[in-house]
């Protein structure tokens, strides 16, 4: 048999190593649903890809299924480009019925949520068909977040995001992958970033308010992402390993 003689047999510490890598394959693969809130701007899409990459979440941003129908000049996209260029929110309805199909596409696997919910009725709504087992919140200066802003170019098909002097294309204003124009989204120039920053602290705050009540919400805060996910990667991989 392969570990009937002693030579054979894995050192003691590589047998460690394989049984950590087993519980740790184990332990992200349980379910797990979070929401992550935080201002435009704040780094949410930057702190959910590396959540997928770190944990397999799937990460369902209802700004990126927007964007995308933009880009597509579908009939949805239609509607919400003419929001989004006044640096107003989409309206409830368009946003709950788009993110609900998506989550029904999903079925039974672990997910972040981004951008939704944004408001108490979407909470109720949400938690009357999924159970969340945590809530991220990136609590981000608004003054840090404008000047972030103003730097940020994305490449729009994919939705790859380049922060020049933090994370700059390899070519000035180029994409990594395809070598496309960059472009600077609508709803990330200043002067609608600031409007849009007030609109999020109207609202966000009662939908914070709710999950605190059920003792889902756990704060992060500072001014750079590279100080943030160290906290939030030790916080999920407590979360998810008690799970």
């Not at 349980?30 to 590396?50: E, W």
């Not at 480009?81 to 993110?99: F, H, N, W």
């Not at 999903?106 to 972040?112: D, E, F, L, Q, R």
């Not at 919140?137 to 977040?145: G, K």
Request: contains cysteine.
């Amino acid at each position: 048999m392969l570990w009937s003689c002693a030579r054979n047999r894995p050192h003691n510490g590589h047998f460690a190593q394989i049984q950590q890598k087993y519980h740790i394959i184990k332990m992200y693969t349980k379910i797990f649903r979070a929401v992550i809130i935080g201002a435009p701007g704040s780094g949410k899409g930057t702190i959910s890809d590396r959540i997928v990459k770190t944990f397999g979440f799937l990460h369902i941003s209802s700004g990126d299924i927007l964007r995308q129908n933009i880009i597509n000049n579908t009939d949805l996209g239609k509607k919400a480009q003419r929001y989004i260029a006044s640096g107003q929110l989409v309206p409830d309805e368009i946003v709950t019925k788009t993110m609900l199909a998506r989550i029904t596409e999903v079925g039974n696997k672990s997910y972040i949520l981004d951008g939704f919910p944004r408001n108490s009725a979407q909470a109720d709504i949400l938690s009357a068909r999924e159970q969340i087992d945590a809530v991220i919140n990136l609590d981000i200066p608004h003054d840090v977040i404008i000047e972030r802003v103003k730097h940020r170019w994305i490449h729009a098909p994919s939705g790859r995001v380049y922060n020049i002097g933090f994370n700059d294309p390899q070519v000035a204003g180029k994409d990594d992958v395809t070598g496309e124009q960059l472009t600077q989204r609508e709803d990330d120039k200043p002067e609608v970033v600031s409007k849009r920053l007030q609109l999020y602290d109207e609202l966000m705050g009662p939908v914070l308010a709710w999950y605190a009540k059920r003792g889902l919400v756990t704060s992060f805060k500072g001014r750079e992402t590279k100080e943030i996910w160290p906290r939030v990667e030790r916080f999920l991989k407590d979360k998810v390993n008690k799970g």
